[in-house]
């Protein structure tokens, strides 16, 4: 009984590190399920797959190691999508071990098959997505195939993979040393750094810009390249530019941090990168509410006004959306090393820009200070701005925040100060709703010492409140922000502006609320839910939920005042050509 694959998968995994899986039974993986009761691997029950797929997610984030989701076929497979491809437009690292029908019975449309154009071709749902999709179709060929399917995913450019078994082969005899072979095979590769000329051609052309910026994407964040990066912006003290995904590479209270850019940028940082002359572009993908939709007038104009000079570990990001200058593939983590080394070589004394200094420090307290009516504002339901400042306020530094859609990524992303490195967990390539609940989850299991803080909207709790099933099993302390403005706020915003209506964004009927009473909900699943009833009364109780160390819910109302920009976004172009209309202020 030892000797069959599901057995000696899990012994594999165990030998491998894996503390924990996410996922969710079902006919074809209960084999494995039998064989990880009897282990030291902890299965972290889910009640639907997309909160197994969410959870890994925020769990690899944080870990920085590829997480594990098993799942049925059919369904699970399915429902655990949006998940996966969520990681998978965010770099994360993921294996997917998911059942499947039994390979006897390819093509006879066996219980929960899709074979509508191939048989026994369930896995290929998700090849759009991930790194690559293994089908098993023999036992002895699974050790090297799993070996293979955690190399792929957290080398390179990190992303999720699957690894489909019939669920036939995980109860077939195989050799255990198939297996222990495995164990000589490195479990990390070495990665590629710049050479010396390539590194002093780019310091040079950073010593004789004019108005160099570094724009900083997620890149740095998987590379754990964070510690590097503040050595040299210190050493040439250039100001900081970062995409959504790159908030807290460099602290949000470092001296040369400019902020977002974009659609939800500020005018003094998307100009500060238009009016450049030279952008060091370090692991981002110029994505297009990073870079108001390329329009060359908002954010970035290359090659008009600034050169660009782009590294990353993926070949295929390099030019993707700008042309570049010089085009460098490498870990940025070796990469930064050796240009501050250069740097060094070259300045020792390094180059001080204390006019810049004061300007982005006078800019950056001129932006608190409009904020501070709004930050102090009575009103109830609460503003926005007030929900996000006390929070900051009460939170310690290193408290890991996960983000959903709206006013909780956006909002965040350019007002909520972050000042520890991976410590904010947002859906960016595929911005998904539903993300932020059950990727807190993931991350206090990853985390447990730390305080762990969904802020979502009630639109993206309502998308997988069975999360707080998991919560209460497990115990996790995690506490779920929802700023509740009874709407899918921003498709709400952007339709009003638009069309001159809100249907169906709005949860509300005949003028009355539609929506349900998400503390009462918690109190149902056994966990403590808190209703916030006044602007005075949410600190108190975001407070005393830290304290209670255990899951909480907190619904509090909030007005729908969309999130302030200078950027743009060309949908609006689509929606009312030639009219300059936005949803948004642009003070």
């Given at each position: ?196 000329q390539t590194a002093e051609e780019i310091i040079d052309a950073i010593l004789a810009a004019e108005r160099p910026i570094l724009y900083v994407g997620g890149g740095i964040l998987l590379a754990k390249a964070a510690t590097e990066l503040q050595k040299f912006v210190d050493h040439l003290q250039l100001p900081v530019a970062h995409s959504l995904m790159g908030k807290g590479a460099l602290p949000d209270d470092h001296p040369f941090i400019l902020g977002m850019t974009g659609f939800w940028g500020t005018r003094y940082i998307n100009d500060s990168c238009r009016n450049a ?143 520890v490195p991976g410590s904010i967990l947002t859906p960016g390539g595929y911005a998904t709703m539903g993300f932020g609940g059950p990727a807190a989850i993931g991350a206090k299991i990853a985390a447990p010492d730390r305080i762990v803080v969904a802020l979502i909207g009630d639109g993206g709790f309502g998308q997988n409140p069975a999360l707080l099933a998991t919560a209460r099993h497990e115990n996790l302390a995690v506490i779920w922000l929802i700023m509740n403005n009874n709407a899918f706020g921003t498709i709400a915003g952007l339709e009003k502006a638009h069309y ?88």
């Amino acid at each position: 009984m030892n000797n069959i694959v599901s057995h000696q998968l899990v012994r594999y995994l165990e030998r491998r590190g894996i503390k924990h899986i996410f996922g969710l039974c079902g006919h074809t993986n209960i084999a494995v399920l039998s064989a990880i009761e009897k282990s030291s691997i902890q299965f972290i029950n889910v009640r639907h797959e997309q909160i197994a797929s969410h959870a890994a997610d925020g769990y690899a984030r944080v870990t920085g190691k590829a997480s594990v989701v098993l799942s049925h076929l059919g369904p699970g497979m399915t429902n655990a999508a949006t998940g996966v491809a969520n990681a998978a437009l965010d770099c994360i690292p993921m294996v997917v071990i998911a059942g499947d029908i039994p390979s006897h019975y390819y093509g006879k449309h066996p219980h929960q098959e899709v074979n509508l154009h191939s048989d026994g071709a369930q896995y290929e749902i998700y090849k759009p997505f991930v790194k690559r999709a293994w089908r098993v179709e023999r036992p002895e060929l699974f050790p090297e195939i799993i070996e293979k399917a955690f190399q792929l995913a957290e080398s390179g450019q990190p992303g999720p993979v699957l690894v489909d078994v019939p669920m036939d082969i995980f109860s077939k005899e195989v050799d255990p040393h198939l297996f222990d072979r495995q164990l000589g095979n490195t479990k990390s590769l070495r990665k590629p750094s710049l050479d010396q000329q390539t590194a002093e051609e780019i310091i040079d052309a950073i010593l004789a810009a004019e108005r160099p910026i570094l724009y900083v994407g997620g890149g740095i964040l998987l590379a754990k390249a964070a510690t590097e990066l503040q050595k040299f912006v210190d050493h040439l003290q250039l100001p900081v530019a970062h995409s959504l995904m790159g908030k807290g590479a460099l602290p949000d209270d470092h001296p040369f941090i400019l902020g977002m850019t974009g659609f939800w940028g500020t005018r003094y940082i998307n100009d500060s990168c238009r009016n450049a002359d030279l952008i060091l572009g370090l692991g981002s993908r110029f994505k297009e509410a990073d870079c108001s939709s390329w329009y060359p007038e908002y954010t970035f104009d290359i090659p008009g006004t600034a050169r660009l000079i782009q590294i990353d570990i993926e070949p295929s990001e390099i030019g993707r959306n700008y042309p570049v200058e010089i085009g460098a593939v490498a870990d940025l983590k070796q990469a930064l090393g050796i240009l501050t080394k250069v740097a060094r070589a070259k300045v020792p004394e390094g180059v001080r820009r204390p006019g810049l200094q004061q300007e982005i420090a006078d800019v950056q307290a001129g932006f608190r200070q409009k904020n501070v009516a709004m930050e102090t504002s009575d009103a109830f339901p609460m503003m926005p701005e007030r929900i996000l400042a006390e929070t900051r306020a009460v939170l310690p530094r290193n408290a890991i925040i996960t983000t959903d859609v709206g006013w909780n990524k956006n909002g965040v992303g350019q007002q909520f100060p972050v000042f520890v490195p991976g410590s904010i967990l947002t859906p960016g390539g595929y911005a998904t709703m539903g993300f932020g609940g059950p990727a807190a989850i993931g991350a206090k299991i990853a985390a447990p010492d730390r305080i762990v803080v969904a802020l979502i909207g009630d639109g993206g709790f309502g998308q997988n409140p069975a999360l707080l099933a998991t919560a209460r099993h497990e115990n996790l302390a995690v506490i779920w922000l929802i700023m509740n403005n009874n709407a899918f706020g921003t498709i709400a915003g952007l339709e009003k502006a638009h069309y001159q209506t809100t249907f169906g964004t709005v949860f509300e009927k005949d003028g009355e609320s539609t929506s349900p009473d998400y503390a009462a909900i918690a109190r149902a699943y056994g966990v403590e839910g808190i209703t916030v009833e006044s602007a005075g009364d949410f600190k108190p109780s975001l407070e005393r939920a830290i304290a209670l160390n255990k899951p909480v819910v907190i619904d509090v109302r909030m007005i729908n005042n969309p999130v302030p920009t200078t950027g743009y976004w060309n949908i609006l172009d689509i929606y009312s050509p030639g009219e300059k209309i936005s949803h948004v202020s642009t003070d």
